[in-house]
């Protein structure tokens, strides 16, 4: 269906703005029966939902709890199984690192294991961020391999990134997570005939056993298991598939680092919403397709705060004046996925979605959330589906046949 | 998904009428809030809502604006994307041109070219309707190619269509636009080794260079721009597929076309929406499938006259107590596409559906509209799952599985 989309394409200068509040959908609150949203006084949403049309979105599939990775590909026009992203490259691009054609990423878990070489711990004690840190560093400071650049980076507890950086280099090699207790980690083996592959499991293999040298007097980060090897392999550009030259406006790696992978180009680091909403008339002024993230909607529903993160879908709306003022054909604010304040994580919901502008359907819809987004013009729809959507309903697209 | 229902079938002689309103899907007039089909008096429409379910189908995919060829084949179950009709035949079916397998049809542009042989204009000016039918008539009259019968036939302005026929030709061959000007045109060229893709590039070529002596004194319409070649490849037909013995009754030859395309028995053309009504009796007499096109929806839409939009639907809700009279187990209602006067053209807003009869699920809907339908029981669904459905509801498929 992209090609169908891809082929359809042509330029009419026309602007669009997708504003992404992290973990926008929630449940409701047992008193009150609102969701976050729903509690939020959020009269510039609200009046855009009744100037547009709104609905729900199914970030990867329906019982499917996404990750940011994929969540944010589908709502890029990407298929969030098929060209998924390799999970060390996450790890890289979350992390904040870059990476290149000549890199391959894969994850860490630091784990114990005993004087047999059996681990006992695939998690080592889950030991804190701190103590993650300090191993991770001590591995990038002290493994030294002949034409190879390392890069180590802690990620949260016993989780770390290790990017590999040299010609020749290929992902398609084996885990060394033996995935249960009392065995020995796996060796790294080359999973195809390539060169690349063989060379990078040599270079992996080499990498675990000066670790161990490394981490050997290590109470419980004694060992590391590799995980997720990906080579960095971007899907077709935003602008090839979309034609949109697209900007990122983004506080967090993560969400810059996505923006990167399908060739967004990337504003700096911002320190407060309120400054992302300020870069807007520039990222607008020479781009498409302007993207904005907030994050803070999604830790708030992590740390089970119901009130903040009604308090920062307040905020959000007192910023959305900035947005009409610097002007955009049209204007999609939603989600990449749900976090339930009640759940503290993550969930497979439905995200509320909002459409105005072009020849969007004006619904009855008088308010932006997500009992109202059921009966919306817009139904219920897989996120990858935004992109064609918003391409025609600014006119973006030709005619399909005669 | 078609193969299982395929599987499926056994034949009860129920019989099924589908009314297709070409271009039946709105958007609100922005001071009523109502669409075409909203206002319009419908008192039959809305009883049948009432007595039967609703819903909204989208013709090719969410965002898709589409020709009516895809819409057609898709409204009678086929594909629209990989069972897609060549641009050359459906032209040529728009045309009233009956193809064979002896047949390749192609699209004409008349263009522009200057004394350097290169294109200046790809529309020829864009050139009159009669204009158009004077230099089509040159060609159809004065082109002569040894062993092949030609036919050459004017639609809109600058565009025509030409018809080959001979033993042998196959229609994988290249278009011959530049896509800009200030280029000579392409050479038609074979796409594959086959015989007839060979074949069909040297009578297609011959074909420009003797359209070239014939033209050479036009002063716009001097070139032809030949593209969209395709042979006479139908898919599996009505009967194959849906074991149904099919009617079409319709006024305008591209549909009178795909009807023929999927062997449908096709009714003479019919001066008037009435006389199409007129027919039913006969056409459900023999025939298991009825498939009436009124067109007159479309045009008004295309035209941007909104109230005779809402005219036509009141004429058309009129006479559908001929429709009870003639009896049919299952009656739909439903588009081929969205014409909102409000964007005088098709668009990709999904079009409402209305089913009556058979086991059909009797939803609260009490009238035919848009916004009713977002809450029918129909859901929202694909346009090629309509006659899974249909045969579902009059108790045409069998079980799937033990």
Do not use: C
């Amino acid at each position: 269906m992209s090609d169908v989309v891809t082929s359809l394409l042509h330029d009419n200068h026309t602007k669009i703005f997708l504003l992404v509040l992290d973990g926008l959908g929630g449940l409701p609150d047992p008193r009150s029966r609102q969701t976050e949203l729903e509690t939020a006084k959020t009269p510039t949403l609200d009046r855009w939902a009744s100037e547009g049309a709104t609905g729900l979105v199914d970030p990867v599939g329906r019982g499917i709890t996404p990750g940011s990775g994929p969540a944010h590909l589908a709502l890029f026009g990407y298929d969030p199984i098929s060209e998924n992203v390799g999970r060390g490259v996450l790890s890289a691009l979350g992390a904040g690192l870059e990476m290149t054609s000549r890199d391959v990423a894969a994850r860490i878990n630091f784990a114990t294991r005993d004087e047999n070489g059996e681990i006992v711990d695939r998690r080592a004690g889950r030991i804190a961020s701190e103590e993650g840190r300090r191993v991770a560093e001590l591995l990038a400071s002290g493994v030294k391999i002949d034409g190879v650049e390392l890069t180590v980076r802690a990620e949260k507890e016993h989780r770390a990134v290790v990017v590999f950086r040299a010609d020749g280099l290929g992902g398609d090699v084996s885990d060394t997570d033996p995935q249960v207790t009392g065995l020995p980690p796996l060796e790294v083996r080359p999973l195809t005939d390539d060169a690349g592959a063989s060379r990078m499991a040599e270079v992996a293999n080499e990498f675990i056993r000066q670790a161990r040298g490394i981490l050997k007097n290590e109470k419980e980060a004694n060992e590391v298991l590799l995980r997720g090897f990906a080579g960095w392999d971007p899907p077709p550009s935003f602008r090839e598939r979309f034609g949109l030259r697209a900007a990122a406006v983004a506080m967090y790696p993560m969400y810059r680092g996505l923006a990167t992978l399908v060739g967004m180009r990337v504003f700096p680091e911002m320190p407060s919403i309120e400054a992302e909403f300020d870069a807007l008339p520039e990222a607008l002024a020479d781009a498409d397709f302007v993207y904005l993230h907030v994050k803070q909607t999604d830790s708030a529903g992590e740390d089970g705060d119901f009130g903040r993160k009604v308090s920062i879908l307040e905020t959000v709306d007192g910023l959305l004046p900035r947005v009409e003022e610097a002007g955009a054909d049209l204007v999609i604010v939603t989600g990449d996925h749900s976090t339930p304040a009640l759940m503290k994580s993550h969930s497979w919901h439905p995200v509320p979605i909002l459409f105005r502008g072009g020849t969007t359907y004006r619904d009855e819809t008088e308010s932006f959330g997500e009992t109202a987004a059921r009966r919306g013009a817009l139904g219920r729809f897989p996120s990858r589906e935004i992109m064609p959507q918003a391409l025609a309903a600014v006119g973006r697209l030709n005619r399909f046949g005669a």
